[in-house]
């Protein structure tokens, strides 16, 4: 039987980022097919529930502690205990190589070759820095909706999306990408847990992995 040691991984700041971004990701997700397509109905619009405008009011809070979480992560990223710093992911060593070639091939059932690693695979990281980029879209785009007439915001927007209406659809359309990437990386999280007993599910609650010891 295979012996473990608990090891430190995730530093309390980057469970908080984790918390933030994954609950506020469900309410813009939410608020956000409400205010694409109201469920309810119009005729109580105006009146003293105004739906739409508690809904927007949800989705604005949700969409700032999104853009604080994500600012919290580019921290981390250059400034955070050695796993969660963004060199130790990316494919730039042989052994993140390696282990980027090794994941893939594990994930598709033809090796069973596994490295034990504190941090991140190199997959699952490049696949959080895709998604850290498509977020900084979600914030420039969500702003720019919200501060049309804002010099800063309608600069990037404009720049970026070229009218309002673009800005929408692009902001509309990579949510899908939180919705996939979500459930993908549950999904993930609870096979890899159960493949090795690393206590990945865990460790984004308490910040502790058990490695093999040797």
């Known amino acids: 039987m295979a012996t473990y040691v608990k090891k430190q991984s995730w530093s309390i ?17 939410t608020t956000g097919f409400y205010i694409n397509g109201p469920w309810t109905n119009t005729m109580i619009e105006g009146s003293a529930s105004f739906p739409m405008a508690t809904m ?6 949700a969409g700032y502690v999104f853009a604080s979480a994500i600012i919290i992560r580019a921290f981390l990223y250059i400034f955070g205990n ?29 090796t069973e070759e596994h490295e034990t690693r504190l941090g991140h695979n190199v997959l699952a990281g490049l696949t959080y820095v895709f998604t850290f980029i498509i ?29 309002q209406q673009m800005g929408r659809y692009i902001h509309h359309l990579l949510m899908w990408w939180f919705m996939m990437f979500a459930i993908i990386h549950v999904y993930l999280c609870i096979w890899n847990d159960v493949k090795e007993p690393e206590g990945i599910i865990s460790s984004i609650f308490t910040g502790d992995k058990f490695l093999h010891k040797e």
């Open 13 to 29: 700041l980057f469970r908080l980022f984790h918390w933030m971004y994954a609950l506020s990701i469900v309410m813009l997700v």
């Open 135 to 163: 977020a900084i879209l979600m914030i420039i785009s969500g702003f720019f909706m919200l501060f049309p007439e804002a010099p800063f915001w309608e600069g990037w927007g404009l720049a970026l999306f070229g009218s």
């Open 56 to 61: 927007r009011f949800m989705h604005f809070v």
């Open 82 to 110: 050695k796993q969660e710093r963004i060199w130790d992911i990316l494919p730039i060593t042989p052994r993140n190589i390696k282990n980027l070639f090794g994941t893939i091939l594990r994930y598709a059932y033809i």
